[in-house]
């Protein structure tokens, strides 16, 4: 059995372990990540990355009618060929983790194991099924090759390898060869993510989809309409088929402000997409279409990390609930402070394992903050405080129009009790839109409310519109920044752009506040 040693093993690759890996190595601890499965997560093997292209592609394919009418290709394959496995680590017992020597060969994508064949919608389906999955492939394999390239830049210890915890700081290592190592850290980071939630019986998971369609299905059905739903559902009414859309809450995007779901569902409904909220699927009669998808979400059991393991029996802090389930919060998930520690000393988590929304950006910030505590913490060889981390993030989905949002929403603001002043711009005024064809959406910004009803601090921002996605970030750095009406009234957006709907709405926000409250 070969042994390793590093100041920091992480488990899992995706965005929370990428970013602690390059922030703790920046910080001159040495580290070694461990991965069971594909190189940089869900994100960049089946959500955000080859998810995005899906929706590229049905978009540009929507808006050319050339590209809807091409002739049928050759026979495309219902999968894609397998997936090689990655060599097994053969570093040989070291003092610190070493680098790794070369990045390992880019993996094509493998599909998942597909519970329903879709039948093509129109000539040229195949192609266009093609094109997404080739595209998507070679996304995922572009990603993976450089995160192992800066991995290796960074003097990381990159394993493939299924991690367990055995002990204080010990972690066993099986490989796929059948193979075992011990590593020894003076501190573990779990940044295992949430995985894809097993599909029910006769479905279909949407984060497969792209990497393993055949052809453009005539119908389908979408249970759940957050993000990942309404981005599938988008994509698939993009490439003509017909879509019906299933979701328990009472509306889409049940966590979005409720203006917001609306005309997002509306500006969808006009691509014949049909929603049925407040239907519990698949407890209830499903419609009859080529193929189902789930997109629903669900929490995995991390217990699982703890088999075998004595070092949270022995080392949770007076105090605190007994075992393993000081552990995790209600729902199973890591429970951390504010700089990711959890109960156990010398045990850190952050990302998708943790309370929160499920977000590559959340993940990330997460990542880097962790990085840097475990750093201090082992210089300093305790834990020094509880630290904070950023709590809000923008969210963003990715459909045509885009929906963005981020801060407080209307009803979080009337539910604390805060006075604020809307400021509203349309989309439909906007020289990009007119030119673009997309006039659907608008940009509402929410102040808060100042003495003599003046318009104060930004708030929060709802967007809809095709450049969503950009402007969000800068409403996020407006309300970071603690920028107002009148700064945001005077931004110099380049004309004509999107940006332009920002002061607008700022300049809205002040003419409301300058009209007499009744």
């Known amino acids: ?38 190189w940089g997560g869900v994100c960049l093997n089946w959500g955000c990355v080859p998810f995005k292209a899906f929706l590229d592609i049905a978009h540009r394919t929507a808006e050319s ?41 880019a993996q094509t994508a493998q599909p998942a194991q597909t519970a329903q064949t879709a039948q093509p919608a129109r000539s040229g389906g195949e192609n266009i099924a093609e094109e997404i999955r080739r595209r998507c492939a070679e ?51 779990i940044a295992a993510g949430r995985g894809i939630p097993e ?11 792209p990497l393993s ?29 017909r879509v019906v859309v299933m979701e328990k809450e009472e509306r889409i995007l049940p966590g979005a402000d409720a203006f917001l779901s609306r005309r997002l569902k509306k500006s969808l409904e006009k691509k014949g997409i049909v929603f049925l909220a407040g239907r519990a699927a698949p407890l209830e009669p499903l419609p009859q279409t080529d193929i189902t998808l789930d997109a629903r979400g669900s929490a995995p059991n991390y217990r699982s990390l703890f088999a075998e393991s004595s070092w949270t029996r022995g080392n949770i802090p007076p105090g605190a609930r007994d075992g393993e389930e000081s552990l995790f919060d209600s729902d199973g998930r890591f429970a951390v402070d504010g700089s990711g520690r959890t109960a156990v000393r010398g045990l850190y988590a952050a990302g998708d394992c943790t309370a929160g929304p499920c977000l590559a950006t959340r993940a990330s910030a997460q ?11 082992l210089a300093e060889g305790r834990a020094s405080g509880t630290g904070a981390q950023k709590s809000r993030f923008p969210f963003c989905v990715y459909t045509k129009p885009q929906a963005a949002w981020t801060g407080t929403t209307e009803q979080d603001a009337e539910a604390a009790g805060i006075t604020i002043i809307e400021g509203r711009s349309w989309a439909a005024g906007n020289a990009v839109a007119r030119i673009g064809g997309s006039q659907d959406g608008f940009v509402r910004l929410f102040f808060r409310a100042g003495e003599h009803n003046q318009a104060g601090k930004l708030l929060g921002a709802q967007i809809l519109c095709d450049g969503a996605a950009e402007l969000v970030a800068l409403a996020e750095a407006a309300i970071t920044s603690e920028l107002g009406a009148e700064e945001l009234s005077r931004l110099n957006a380049p004309h004509p752009s999107y940006a332009e709907l920002i002061p607008a709405a700022a300049r809205n926000a002040l003419e409301a506040a300058r009209r007499p409250v009744l």
């Open 65 to 105: 009618p050339a590209r809807r009418a091409m002739p049928p290709g050759e026979e495309v394959p219902a999968q894609l060929p397998a997936q090689p496995e990655m060599p097994a680590q053969t570093a040989q017992p070291v003092q610190t983790a070493q680098p790794v020597q070369t990045a390992q060969p």
């Open 367 to 377: 990542g880097r903050a962790v990085g840097k505590t475990i750093a201090r913490d």
């Open 1 to 38: 059995m070969k042994n390793l040693v590093a100041d920091l093993a992480i488990i899992g690759s995706g965005p929370a372990g990428f970013e602690a890996a390059l922030s703790a190595a920046a910080e001159g601890l040495s580290v070694a990540v461990i991965e069971k499965g594909r």
């Open 139 to 189: 996304l995922v394999a572009a990603g993976r090759a450089d995160i192992l390239a800066a991995f290796e830049r960074s003097g990381i210890l990159a394993i493939q390898g299924r991690a367990s915890i055995a002990g204080a700081g010990l972690l066993e290592i099986d490989y796929a060869d059948g193979s075992r190592a011990e590593l020894k850290a003076k501190a573990v980071l």
């Open 199 to 209: 599909a029910s019986p006769g479905l279909l998971r949407a984060e497969q989809f």
């Open 213 to 241: 369609l055949a052809a453009i299905p005539e119908s389908a059905t979408i249970l759940g309409g957050g993000a990942t739903g309404l981005e599938c559902a988008d994509a698939l009414a993009s490439l003509g088929a």
